[in-house]
């Protein structure tokens, strides 16, 4: 029996099997969890559809988090199956590919950041609030971020502040809903060739030098940042909230990469 066993867990975020919400969904099926999955439109519903039968599920719930009346939607829609969720995966983040490139300062438009903030930082706060009176007590709600929140890398750009607010998000979720025993944490992932990444400029030069300069020398899987998403939301992490959890092989805690890693 796994350490999720008879917990529900609602997944978002899934675009393809290399998605790092898969690698999630993966994990807590292992675990023993019983899943639900949104799509963001009904051109991907057949995607996501066919992903969720590998894990055993056809919940699948439509939820466009540019879309309010979604977010008003999904708690009735959820009910219909789900009295109660246990874990709520929140895998989403965009940016206008055109702003992902070039000067921060020259690239950045109003309505991109605008965007950007809303898509991948507001969303988890509406999904929050929208499932609140579905939470049980003692759930756990898990996002994803990356390092870019932290600190200025090449053509990350405009996702840099949505996640640098996602992840003050997932603080003062945390200490909003601990009353209530639910817990809110992030897992900052190292880079991974995912559909979304695919938009970053200079992407693959980010996973070499990643790779070459992490103490693991290589770069991380959507299983390991899945496994740690997993015990997150496990019983196992009853005493963890508020935190942001490194999955990237080291990486964030150099100060400066070996040699072999810096162009001459």
């Given amino acids: 029996m796994g350490f999720l066993a008879n917990k529900k867990a609602l997944i978002t975020g899934v675009a393809s099997n290399r998605s790092i919400a898969w690698g999630v969904a993966q994990a807590m099926h292992r675990e023993g969890a019983d899943l639900a999955f949104t799509y963001p439109s009904d051109k991907l519903r057949p995607r996501v559809e066919k992903l969720a039968a590998e894990l055993d599920s056809s919940l699948l719930l439509p939820l466009d988090v540019g879309s309010d009346d979604d977010f008003e939607q999904l708690p009735g829609r959820l009910r219909e199956h789900w009295q109660n969720v246990d874990i709520v995966v929140h895998s989403i983040a965009f940016a206008p590919q055109e702003e992902l490139k070039g000067s921060y300062v020259d690239n950045t438009t109003r309505d991109g950041f605008r965007l950007s903030q809303d898509i991948s930082a507001f969303s988890f706060v509406a999904l929050a609030r929208a499932l609140r009176p579905l939470l049980r007590e003692e759930a756990a709600l898990v996002t ?83 496994n740690v998403a997993a015990f997150l939301c496990s019983d196992l992490a009853r005493g963890i909230t508020g935190e942001v959890v490194h999955v990237d092989s080291g990486f964030h805690i150099v100060g400066l990469p070996g040699l072999d890693a810096i162009e001459e």
């Avoid at 190292?190 to 992490?214: C, E």
């Fill in 144 to 226: 994803m971020t990356y390092l870019g929140s932290e600190r200025a890398l090449p053509s990350y750009n405009v996702m840099g502040p949505a996640k640098a607010a996602l992840e003050s998000s997932v603080r003062y979720m945390a200490y909003d809903l601990g009353p209530q025993g639910i817990r809110v944490n992030a897992v900052s992932a190292g880079p991974i060739k995912t559909l979304a990444a695919a938009g970053i400029g200079s992407f693959r030069r980010m996973l070499d030098y990643n790779a070459r300069s992490a103490p693991l020398q290589r770069n991380v899987t959507t299983e390991e940042v899945g």
